[in-house]
């Protein structure tokens, strides 16, 4: 099923991806806990992503890059901030610069995700993410933040049991 609504909100400064899977609140949920599965989603299908670290628990740290399609590497990061497995997990997400540094230039956004169970056997994922002023967010949604979202969040249903 995947995206089902996106909603931008210019004064709550946030952005709302929500997803309906045919899959168990526990299954979805791993799509975040193993790194190998959030490979294969976290970011859009041309520039994929490889998770250098992945700690997912409260102080945890998540670093990562996408690799563009000339080979480009954008390095990014999360810091953990919540975790109440299989039903949510929250954090700050910033891009990094080659060594893994937080870039001090680069917007910061928090997200938070939720998974609940939508009845028959399905499960629906909300992620918030909300920016720090209204200039961080039109800088994201710029890159192309939406696009990003939605169809790395599409790739999920490949991941998940039929």
């Not at 939720?114 to 720090?132: F, H, P, W, Y």
């Not at 002023?133 to 890159?143: F, G, H, N, T, Y």
Request: glycine share 8%; net charge negative; hydrophobic share 40%.
């Amino acid at each position: 099923m995947t995206v089902t609504d996106v909603v931008q909100d210019a004064e709550a400064l946030t952005l709302t991806v929500t997803a309906e899977f045919t899959a168990a609140v526990e299954r979805v949920w791993q799509i975040w806990a193993d790194p190998r599965l959030l490979e294969r989603w976290w970011g859009p299908p041309s520039y994929p992503a490889t998770v250098v670290e992945h700690d997912l628990r409260p102080g945890g740290r998540v670093s990562y890059y996408m690799t563009g399609p000339e080979g480009e590497k954008y390095p990014g990061w999360w810091e953990v901030t919540a975790v109440d497995a299989p039903r949510s997990l929250d954090f700050q997400d910033g891009f990094a610069d080659d060594g893994g540094t937080p870039d001090p230039n680069m917007p910061v956004t928090t997200t938070h995700v939720e998974i609940v169970d939508a009845g028959n056997g399905s499960s629906r994922m909300t992620l918030v993410s909300k920016s720090g002023s209204l200039e961080a967010m039109q800088k994201l949604l710029d890159m192309g933040m939406v696009e990003g979202f939605t169809t790395a969040v599409a790739q999920i249903d490949d991941l998940l049991p039929a």
